[in-house]
């Protein structure tokens, strides 16, 4: 270690030395935690390990209501806890139980209601809310629900007019939830009883103005509609955003960006196929419609796509569509499998200008991963 001396410009050198004897080795006792049972660290979402019924305690639930709700002015270090207790606890209770250790005026019963999401909890949940009872941050536990079931979405069917504006992209996300194991939940009438009511809420023939709050509204509703799959009865009213032609460019994106899980009918992909070949269309609003006619992607479509390339005028459209064409037809992501095979029977010209730092493109990432091995960007330049 070397410094300047005080004064002078010379340097001095210190060196340390340090030496360390062992003074001896003992055995640490270490206290065996009494394990009963061998399980993976991995999350299980069944029910196996909640709280039976035979198990579960009214008595319990309620006293552990009382320790959540009674300190009003302040959050005990163990709420965290409690709390979860509570939503084991109401699990294992039937409707009647449930009724008995009802607690309207305590948030944190409300909410673990939601949580708990078994049809009784989300019953009585429908009481508080039709009754005006509940707080408003149960809505977000919604989305939560791993796999509801028809119980479920009868419940939720019961106040879904009730529902606030913040709210429904829960519900819808849940219902979506439904939907994805049950293919044909168009058919269900609570289903369709939450699409109609959500529905209801847009402007009458999406008449929106320019002022932030209508826009949000809109575009909310419009992407809590987009949430659901497998039902075409927002069909009509998300085409009735698209053909106006005074709305504000945010709603009519979220508009056509509403049918990403439509099923592909003649009337979808003809309305968002001329919004496509409009040139004096907005750039992102042509760039959106196709995106969403490659989601149903067949022969005629895409020598459409094909055919309007070779005549677009519009630099930013063409890299776009074109970057997009030519790498999904390299991709390896097995959801493009489809549209691969349409793709080989066609020549995509390559006429426009793909610089990146001027010019809209399309990426595709991948990796291995478990969960997801394929990411999608989207680099948007609007002239």
Same mark, same amino acid.
Not at 331 to 349: A, C, E, M, W
């Given at each position: 270690?070397?410094?300047?001396?005080?004064? !002078?410009? %010379?340097? *001095?050198?210190?060196?340390?030395?340090?030496?360390? &004897?062992?003074?001896?080795?003992?055995?640490?006792?270490?206290?065996?935690?009494?394990?009963?049972?061998?399980?993976?660290?991995?999350?299980?979402?069944?029910?196996?390990?909640?709280?039976? *019924?035979?198990?579960?305690?009214? !008595?319990?639930?309620?006293q552990i209501i009382g320790e959540l709700c009674g300190a009003q002015d302040r959050v005990a270090p163990d709420a965290a806890s409690h709390f979860a207790d509570l939503v084991n606890h109401l699990?294992?209770?039937?409707?009647?139980?449930?009724?008995?250790?009802? $607690?309207?005026?305590?948030?944190?019963?409300?909410?673990?209601?939601?949580?708990?999401?078994?049809?009784?909890?989300l019953a009585h949940l429908g009481n508080l809310i039709n009754a005006g009872a509940a707080p408003e941050s149960v809505y977000s536990s919604l989305s939560l629900v791993p796999a509801p079931e028809d119980g479920i979405v009868d419940s939720v069917a019961s106040f879904i007019d009730r529902v606030p504006l913040h709210g429904l992209l829960p519900v819808s996300s849940m219902v979506q939830s439904y939907c994805n194991g049950h =293919? %044909?939940? *168009? #058919? &269900?009438? $609570?289903?369709?009883?939450?699409?109609?009511?959500?529905?209801?809420?847009?402007?009458?023939?999406?008449?929106? *103005?320019?002022?932030?709050?209508?826009? %949000?509204?809109? /575009?909310i509703i419009l992407k809590s509609v987009g949430n659901i799959a497998n039902e075409q009865h927002s069909l009509p009213s998300i085409l009735a955003c698209i053909d106006n032609q005074h709305i504000p460019?945010?709603?009519?994106?979220?508009?056509? &960006?509403?049918?990403? #899980?439509?099923?592909?009918?003649?009337?979808? &992909?003809?309305k968002i196929s001329k919004l496509?070949?409009?040139?004096? %269309?907005?750039?992102?609003v042509r760039i959106e419609s196709f995106r969403q006619l490659m989601q149903c992607p067949s022969d005629d479509i895409v020598q459409n796509i094909v055919d309007a390339l070779r005549n677009e005028t519009i630099n930013q459209v063409g890299s776009y569509v074109w970057s997009f064409l030519n790498t999904k037809r390299?991709?390896?992501?097995?959801?493009?499998?489809?549209?691969?095979? /349409?793709?080989?029977?066609?020549?995509? =010209?390559?006429r426009f200008d793909v610089d990146p730092r001027r010019f809209s493109r399309y990426y595709e990432f991948g990796y291995f991963d478990k969960e997801r091995s394929f990411f999608e960007n989207d680099q948007l330049f609007n002239e």
């Open positions: 270690l070397g410094w300047p001396a005080l004064g !002078q410009r %010379e340097l *001095g050198t210190l060196h340390a030395e340090l030496t360390m &004897n062992a003074a001896g080795v003992a055995r640490a006792h270490v206290q065996q935690l009494p394990f009963k049972r061998h399980t993976t660290i991995v999350f299980d979402h069944s029910s196996q390990d909640h709280i039976s *019924g035979k198990n579960a305690s009214p !008595q319990h639930a309620r699990r294992g209770l039937s409707a009647t139980e449930i009724v008995s250790v009802s $607690s309207p005026g305590c948030g944190a019963f409300a909410d673990a209601l939601a949580a708990c999401a078994s049809q009784s909890c =293919p %044909e939940c *168009g #058919r &269900n009438p $609570s289903v369709q009883r939450i699409i109609q009511s959500i529905v209801a809420k847009l402007p009458a023939g999406c008449r929106v *103005g320019e002022r932030f709050d209508e826009i %949000e509204k809109t /575009v460019r945010d709603v009519k994106l979220a508009a056509i &960006n509403a049918l990403r #899980r439509k099923p592909c009918s003649q009337q979808r &992909n003809d496509y070949r409009d040139h004096k %269309e907005d750039v992102e390299r991709s390896t992501n097995p959801g493009s499998y489809d549209l691969q095979n /349409v793709l080989k029977r066609f020549h995509i =010209p390559q």
